[in-house]
């Protein structure tokens, strides 16, 4: 089923004051993507957290709705800090559109300062894909360029409100990499890692050390392309009011 969040993007009025809504995961995405005439949402990574946020959050409160953070590389060609500017979200048999003119927008904002960006499609899921075989199979699958746990419950939520929609994700982990099982079980319901699990967690396996120093690298390397977009989500609401 095709459910086209970009068709609402006529609905925004040009002088509409309301912040825009964006969308993460994890505490550190929610920190960079704070600023004015935006209101941060962070799930900690959890689907059914985040599906409860924004069913008591108001949609006329907000004029758009953005994505925003780390995301799971799928396309082999994708290395971490690569941008994905999304095309279209899916999940099982539902497909959203992305807003085209705001999508434009983005692309047009972050394509400067050495940073690699591509257009792509998200695929969302509930629960963390990290292993190799995992990735490439649901990139046979779908096409997706990434995946993350967010995406997919923000492009509905704006579709339901008829609001439009766009999302930017930066790959952590890339295709090639698995991810430790240790790091999707470390996150705290605040969205931050509890570092205090993940060192029990080598104590007790040793041999993940090198896997989580890759990883770290890896994640490091996203957040930084992730602050490299910062002064784009600052100037997001006037962007997404321009539709």
């Known amino acids: 089923m095709i459910l086209g ?6 609905a925004v009025n040009s002088f509409d004051p309301r912040p825009v809504l964006i969308v993460t995961g994890l505490v550190q995405e929610a920190r960079i993507a704070a600023g004015p005439g935006l209101t941060v949402i962070c799930s900690s990574s959890d689907p059914k957290q985040l599906r409860a946020l924004l069913a008591g959050f108001d949609p006329t409160t907000i004029r758009g ?21 999304a095309t279209e979200v899916m999940a099982g048999d539902r497909r959203w559109l992305t807003a085209l003119e705001f999508s434009e927008e983005l692309l047009a904002g972050i394509g400067i300062g050495g940073r690699r960006v591509v257009r792509g499609g998200l695929a969302g899921v509930e629960k963390v894909v990290g292993a190799r075989a995992a990735k490439a199979a649901l ?3 779908t096409g997706a360029a990434a995946v ?4 997919h419950i923000a492009a509905a939520y704006a579709d339901n409100s008829g609001l439009p929609f766009a999302a930017l994700r930066v790959v952590s982990d890339p295709a090639s990499r698995a991810l430790p099982a240790l790091v999707s079980t470390a996150i705290k319901s605040n969205g931050d890692i509890d570092i205090a699990k993940v060192l029990r967690g080598i104590a007790r396996h040793p041999s993940t050390i090198k896997a989580l120093v890759s990883t770290g690298i890896d994640f490091n390397r996203a957040l930084r392309s992730l602050r490299g977009c910062r002064g784009l989500m600052l100037d997001v609401g006037g962007l997404v009011a321009e539709l």
Do not use: N, Y
């Not at 969040?5 to 006529?10: I, L, N, Q, V």
């Not at 709705?65 to 941008?83: E, N």
């Not at 993350?148 to 995406?151: G, L, W």
């Open 139 to 141: 990139h046979s699958e």
């Open 5 to 10: 969040a970009g068709d609402h993007a006529s």
């Open 148 to 151: 993350d746990m967010e995406s």
């Open 65 to 85: 709705v953005v994505s925003f953070g780390v995301a799971g590389g799928l396309d082999p060609k994708l290395r971490s800090g690569d941008i994905v500017v």
